[in-house]
């Protein structure tokens, strides 16, 4: 199952680029119901993939549009990403943000011990070289 931000986003993303990526420092656990994702810090989830950063987007660096796109990440219970949404930043910068997100993979984070549905959010620097 892949993220379906992925499939519309992918073509524009290569390898190479200019992008660190940086927790998002909130985050709390929430009282969701069960088909709702718990809210939790980036902290809390372990990276088993983080993939090569993508290429800046062309058009982004023509324009010389530089900045911090924040993410919002729902991972299901087996750790892939199922959606990514970027909630802030460049608007020319969004779509390679989410498909960027959607290619990482993760532990499954458990709750109660139980293999959890969750959401987080990145922030993620574009700064041209």
Do not use: N
Not at 20 to 45: H, K, N, Q, T, Y
Not at 66 to 75: D, N, P, S
Request: aromatic letters at 6%; charged letters at 20%; hydrophobic letters at 40%.
């Amino acid at each position: 199952v892949s993220c379906p931000v992925c499939t519309s986003a992918r073509a524009s993303v290569l390898c190479a680029g200019a992008l660190a990526l940086r927790p998002e420092g909130r985050g709390a656990v929430s009282s969701p119901s069960a088909s709702d994702p718990v809210d939790i810090p980036f902290g809390r989830v372990k990276v088993l993939h983080q993939p090569p950063a993508p290429a800046y987007p062309a058009e982004a660096k023509a324009q010389k549009i530089q900045g911090t796109v924040v993410v919002e990440l729902t991972l299901d219970e087996k750790g892939v990403p199922v959606d990514a949404k970027a909630v802030e930043g460049p608007e020319a910068l969004r779509a390679t943000a989410e498909a960027y997100a959607c290619a990482w993979r993760f532990e499954p984070v458990l709750k109660d011990g139980k293999p959890s549905k969750v959401s987080f959010k990145l922030t993620m620097p574009f700064k041209l070289c």
